[in-house]
C-alpha cells in the first residue's frame, strides 16, 4: 500500500510515495546532490531519512499537556526541519520496571523527513521532547524508506 505524503522544500510542494524499503531518494529540481538516473533531466537525489516519535496525549498523572507545549513541538519541527506530517493516533501499553505499573497511552505519531546530515541533530531535538514533555522515554523510529516524487 502507498501512502502519499506532501512536503515543503524551498517554498514548493513536492508529492512523495513511499514505495519499498530502501533508502529515502527525494528528486529535487536543482539540488546539488548526485545525478538522477534520469537522461536529459535536471532532477538530482537528494538523499534523507525518515524519522518516526511518538508522543503520548497524556503525561503520566493523566493531565493534558498544554496547547503551548504542542505548539512549540510543531512550530519547532517545522522551522528546524521544514516540516512534519502527522501519522494518526496510536494505541499502548507499558510496564514501569520500578513500581510494576502498567500505563496505557494515548499517543501521536509523527513522521518527519530530514536530510541524512541532519538526523543527529533531530535525535537531539527529541531529547528535548522528552523533557519538556516529562516522558521516561521516547520511541523514535527510523525506518529504511523509499521515497519518490509522483
Known amino acids: 500500500m502507498a501512502i502519499i505524503f506532501v512536503a515543503k522544500y524551498d517554498f514548493q510542494i513536492k508529492y512523495l510515495r513511499i514505495q519499498s524499503s530502501a533508502i529515502i531518494n527525494i528528486f529535487i529540481d536543482g539540488a546539488e546532490q548526485a545525478e538522477s538516473p534520469r537522461k536529459n533531466s535536471r532532477e538530482r537525489i537528494l538523499k534523507m531519512q525518515k524519522v518516526v516519535f511518538i508522543l503520548p496525549l497524556l503525561d503520566n498523572e493523566g493531565q493534558p499537556y498544554p496547547?503551548?507545549?504542542w505548539d512549540w513541538l510543531l512550530d519547532s519541527l517545522v522551522s528546524r526541519y521544514g516540516g512534519w506530517t502527522l501519522d494518526g493516533k496510536v494505541e499502548g501499553a507499558w510496564r514501569d520496571e520500578k513500581s510494576?505499573?502498567?500505563?496505557r497511552d494515548s499517543s501521536l505519531?509523527?513522521?518527519?523527513v530530514v536530510e541524512?546530515?541532519?538526523v543527529q541533530d533531530l535525535f537531539s531535538?527529541?531529547?528535548e521532547v522528552k523533557i519538556r514533555f516529562r516522558q521516561l522515554a521516547l520511541l523514535?523510529?527510523?525506518?529504511?524508506t523509499e521515497v519518490t516524487f509522483l
Open 125 to 127: 531535538f527529541l531529547g
Open 140 to 144: 523514535v523510529e527510523r525506518p529504511v
Open 116 to 118: 541524512e546530515p541532519a
Open 67 to 69: 496547547a503551548s507545549d
Open 109 to 112: 505519531r509523527y513522521c518527519v
Open 100 to 103: 510494576g505499573q502498567v500505563y
